[in-house]
T-cell receptor, first 113, second 113 residues
Framework: EDKVVQSPLSLVVHEGDTVTLNCSYEVTNFRSLLWYKQEKKAPTFLFMLTSSGIEKKSGRLSSILDKKELFSILNITATQTGDSAIYLCAVEARVRSQGNLIFGKGTKLSVKP | ETGVTQSPTHLIKTRGQQVTLRCSSQSGHNTVSWYQQALGQGPQFIFQYYREEENGRGNFPPRFSGLQFPNYSSELNVNALELDDSALYLC????????????FGPGTRLTVL
C-alpha cells in the first residue's frame, strides 16, 4: 500500500532557529513530491519536486528530493512566528487513480517568540 | 486570477442526511480533486474530475459522488451521512498539461451529529 510518512509529527522551536522536516515515501509509479503549508484551512503550495538532488528555494525555505532513498526534506532557516503551521508532504502517484495526491499526516511546527 | 472557492464554510448535519458541497476552480484550471481531512490527519483523496468525468477515485464508498460542470466548477455529494464523515472537505484545482501543482480552496467543515 502506498504511504507517506512525515517526521517529526510536532516540533517546538524558538524564533531564529533552523528546522528540518522529513518526508519518506513508498509509492509505486512516483511522479512528483509536493510540500504544502496549512495554517487554518487551505493548504498553500510551497514546492513541487520531481528530480533528485535539485534544491528548490524560496526565501528562507528550501527543499530537496532523494529518489534513490525515497525521501525529501524541507528546511526553514531563521524561523519566525509566522512559520507556525502544519507542513504537509504529498506524493503524486499514478496507480489506480490518475494524479491523486497521497499525503502524510503532517508536521506541526510551533515557533515561539 | 481568481483562487479556488468553496461553499458553504461550515455545515452541521445529522446521521442519515445528505449533503452537497460546492467548489469553483481557479481561473484557467480544468481539473478538480476532492479530499477529506479528518482532525489530526493529512488530506485523503476522494476523487478527481476532468472534462466533466470522474478521472480517478480513492478508497471511498459509492455514497460519495460528484459532478463537474462545463465551467469546471464541481460538487461533492455525500448520502446517508455517518458520524465518521465529520471532517474538513477540501477542493483542489489544477490544469492538465500545466504542471501537477494543485491549489486548494479554504474547505468546508462538515459536522455530523
Amino acid at each position: 500500500e502506498d504511504k507517506v510518512v512525515q517526521s517529526p509529527l510536532s516540533l517546538v522551536v524558538h524564533e531564529g532557529d533552523t528546522v528540518t522536516l522529513n518526508c519518506s515515501y513508498e509509492v509505486t509509479n512516483f511522479r512528483s513530491l509536493l510540500w504544502y503549508k496549512q495554517e487554518k484551512k487551505a493548504p498553500t503550495f510551497l514546492f513541487m519536486l520531481t528530480s533528485s538532488g535539485i534544491e528548490k528555494k524560496s526565501g528562507r525555505l528550501s527543499s530537496i528530493l532523494d529518489k534513490k532513498e525515497l525521501f525529501s526534506i524541507l528546511n526553514i532557516t531563521a524561523t519566525q512566528t509566522g512559520d507556525s503551521a502544519i507542513y504537509l508532504c504529498a506524493v503524486e502517484a499514478r496507480v489506480r487513480s490518475q494524479g491523486n495526491l497521497i499525503f502524510g499526516k503532517g508536521t506541526k511546527l510551533s515557533v515561539k517568540p | 486570477e481568481t483562487g479556488v472557492t468553496q461553499s458553504p464554510t461550515h455545515l452541521i448535519k445529522t446521521r442519515g442526511q445528505q449533503v452537497t458541497l460546492r467548489c469553483s476552480s481557479q481561473s484557467g484550471h480544468n481539473t478538480v480533486s476532492w479530499y477529506q481531512q479528518a482532525l489530526g490527519q493529512g488530506p485523503q483523496f476522494i476523487f478527481q474530475y476532468y472534462r466533466e468525468e470522474e478521472n480517478g477515485r480513492g478508497n471511498f464508498p459509492p455514497r460519495f459522488s460528484g459532478l463537474q460542470f462545463p465551467n469546471y466548477s464541481s460538487e461533492l455529494n455525500v448520502n446517508a451521512l455517518e458520524l465518521d464523515d465529520s471532517a474538513l472537505y477540501l477542493c483542489a484545482s489544477s490544469r492538465v498539461g500545466g504542471g501537477n501543482e494543485q491549489f486548494f480552496g479554504p474547505g468546508t467543515r462538515l459536522t455530523v451529529l
